[in-house]
């Protein structure tokens, strides 16, 4: 998917690179490199990132509607007093999930699996992620995988600049490895986000990795943009931000108000958010072009760009500390507090993950230097000793290839009589082997290469066993698939609901984070079909007392109807409520009277708890129950009363987000 880097341009890298630093191997595409001046990069990069982080933070969603005043330098402001308070660095989400994935490179070696990033996501995350973070933790408490957990069809934020964010480690410790930091920062993205919205993650993998032995901001952008989908967005955006600067090369404010107004007040409504990727961004690269190499120009133009400014901040002011190492970055930062010897005492504090241990700065920069070497080992390079000095040799022609694994997500819908294509393979692992190596495939069906394709016949559960293999290991899974019959919810005469029309003035009166169009006004889109996109998804929204609400959805027919089973497909949540605490199915007797239906399963489980960051959007819930026959049949339950910060949203009620519920003989 992505270019390599040319030789010519690696050789000119290597040609203008620090005398001492590095050294041209010849044209075989390696680099060298003195460990002591890697540890010092790497020192750079973390420190930096630290520096950005809590410099911008009082800075942060507080630039909309114009940037930053220019009144430099801005400095800590109240992030000062926390500095004092844990006596070192504290933890955010911009460092904290990259430590969290360095101590996984400890355990299981420098390229760990989605499975493994994502037992580390649900064991140390537990509160404080937002937008797409939320919207991946939630399904994979429900069983997902990335990259499906940053699929644009499951994550509704997958637009959002969260993998900006939380990725700069995969090419912290891929120095000169330009094209294996751009693909394993892509791939790492995804578990989160999708599309467009992981392009700016490319980007600054490139632009990390090759700035180990590049010094010039604008050879970086154009080295990072070398790396970007030729017809993707951002690749758009970058030319578009140069060309902007060109234009206003002593005017940033104008420059500013351009790519505000194309990307944010013009930005299509499903997308239009403070926290969009390509806007944020498109923020960064002003700022780097703008502060034209100087450490503290540029911070303050991070912060002054706006929107998610605390976030850009970070990453430039981590790349900036690799070009230059500890000497390029301001004393007065890193020892903000009287009395600190070490970069910020030397101490980084968690304050932000389920047990992630605090630690020294320094080991943190040890361990990476390690992880580091390991990498460059396995990737063909090597370390030895010349003139008394340890040295590395790095093969920046590396390729990344994404771990063996099966990614799991939605299985394939099977109704009867209906044409099927399905693969279970992602860009993940579409280039290895697949192999049914057991079971039997529901009638009409056939398996090929990794993909299901045929007309199903007969509704039923079938268990078959696929094999997954690269040539030289092998793994095997079992998958129950499940053909479903007609779904009859379409032929109702009746939906029954609660609450059928979306209160909007309450809706408008929260801090929701959806495009508007988002947003069926009415219940009867549960039998549309339709389970994303514009229109598709209801919420029970009514009036603005925060009261006990139970909620139902369900249908009613003129003559009886023999029903086994439900799906419930919930639809995108807030982080004010949008689920259900408890559900239940009920049928109407003969005697007009709503009955509990007994015995019902549920598959996969309801989440194991009501906390917001357990629930997953998108998702679909397959109800069981012995058969009942019946003219009306609903789900009921209890709606979460969710507590939020916002003034506004505090008190509105309870409320569900469905986007179908299908009901099947």
């Not at 844990?86 to 360095?102: K, N, P, R, W």
């Not at 002003?286 to 034209?292: D, E, I, R, S, T």
């Amino acid at each position: 998917m992505y270019k390599s880097v040319s030789i010519i341009i690696l050789l000119f890298i290597v040609a203008v690179s620090t005398s001492g630093q590095t050294q041209n191997a010849g044209k075989t595409g390696k680099y060298t490199i003195e460990v002591s001046v890697l540890r010092d990069k790497i020192a750079g990069a973390w420190i930096g990132q630290m520096i950005g982080n809590m410099y911008g933070l009082p800075h942060e969603n507080k630039y909309i509607t114009a940037p930053g005043a220019e009144n430099w330098p801005y400095g800590y402001s109240k992030s000062l007093d926390k500095l004092k308070k844990y006596e070192g660095a504290f933890s955010d989400d911009d460092t904290d999930v990259e430590y969290m994935y360095l101590l996984q490179m400890r355990k299981f070696g420098p390229e760990p699996s989605y499975a493994q990033l994502r037992d580390a996501w649900m064991y140390h995350i537990r509160d404080r992620v937002w937008l797409a973070n939320r919207g991946a933790l939630g399904l994979m408490h429900f069983g997902y995988t990335p990259p499906f957990t940053g699929s644009r069809q499951l994550n509704p934020h997958w637009y959002q600049i969260d993998p900006q964010l939380i990725n700069e480690i995969w090419a912290v410790t891929a120095p000169g490895m330009v094209n294996y930091a751009a693909s394993k920062s892509d791939w790492a993205a995804r578990i989160t986000s999708d599309d467009w919205g992981v392009e700016p993650t490319i980007l600054y993998g490139a632009m990390y990795a090759a700035a180990f032995f590049e010094s010039d901001i604008n050879t970086l952008i154009h080295i990072g943009l070398n790396e970007l989908p030729e017809d993707g967005r951002f690749a758009s955006t970058v030319k578009e931000m140069i060309a902007l600067y060109e234009k206003y090369p002593s005017d940033w404010k104008a420059s500013w108000k351009e790519m505000a107004k194309k990307y944010y007040v013009d930005e299509p409504d499903m997308t239009k958010t403070i926290w969009n990727a390509n806007l944020n961004g498109a923020c960064a690269i002003l700022a780097m072009l703008y502060g034209g190499g100087d450490f503290q120009r540029t911070l303050d133009l991070s912060c002054a760009m706006g929107f998610d400014a605390d976030n850009q901040a970070a990453t430039i002011a981590g790349l900036m500390g690799i070009i230059n190492g500890m000497k390029g970055l301001p004393e007065n930062l890193y020892l903000p507090v009287e009395g600190w010897k070490t970069p910020f005492n030397d101490q980084y504090i968690n304050i932000t993950r389920y047990d992630l241990p605090d630690a020294k700065i320094s080991a943190i920069i040890d361990q990476t230097l390690k992880s580091t070497i390991d990498l460059v080992v396995l990737k063909g390079g090597n370390m030895h000793t010349k003139a008394g000095k340890e040295v590395l040799t790095i093969n920046a022609d590396a390729a990344f290839n994404p771990p063996l694994e099966f990614c799991l997500g939605p299985l394939p819908f099977l109704e009867t009589g209906k044409t099927v294509t399905y693969e279970f393979y992602t860009d993940a692992n579409k280039s290895y082997n697949w192999t049914l190596v057991s079971g039997t495939l529901p009638e009409g069906l056939t398996f090929s290469k990794g993909k299901i394709t045929g007309i199903p016949l007969v509704a039923g559960n079938s268990k078959i066993t696929l094999q997954l293999d690269n040539g030289k290991d092998k793994i095997s899974r079992e998958f129950n698939l499940l053909v479903r019959g007609i779904n009859i919810a379409p032929l109702a005469d009746t939906i029954l609901a609660n609450v059928r029309t979306l209160n909007t003035k309450v809706l408008d009166s929260c801090w929701y984070t959806f495009g508007k169009s988002m947003y069926a006004k009415e219940v009867d889109v549960i039998n549309d079909g339709k389970t994303t996109g514009a229109g598709s998804v209801f919420y029970s929204l009514a009036a603005k007392t925060k009261i006990p609400k139970v909620d139902y959805y369900g249908y009613g027919w003129e003559t009886a109807q023999k029903i086994s089973m439900l799906a419930l497909h919930t639809g995108c949540l807030e982080e004010f409520g949008g689920w259900f605490t408890s559900l239940n199915v009920q049928y109407l007797n003969e005697a007009g009277q709503w009955i509990p239906v007994e015995n019902i399963s549920f598959v996969p489980a309801l989440p194991e708890t009501d906390v917001v960051f357990y629930q997953p959007h998108f998702v679909e819930y397959i109800i069981s129950f012995k058969t009942v026959e019946t003219k009306a049949i609903r789900i009921i339950g209890d709606a979460k009363i969710q507590d939020h910060w916002n003034k506004y949203t505090k008190q509105v009620s309870g409320f569900t987000s469905v986007t179908e519920l299908s009901v099947y003989h």
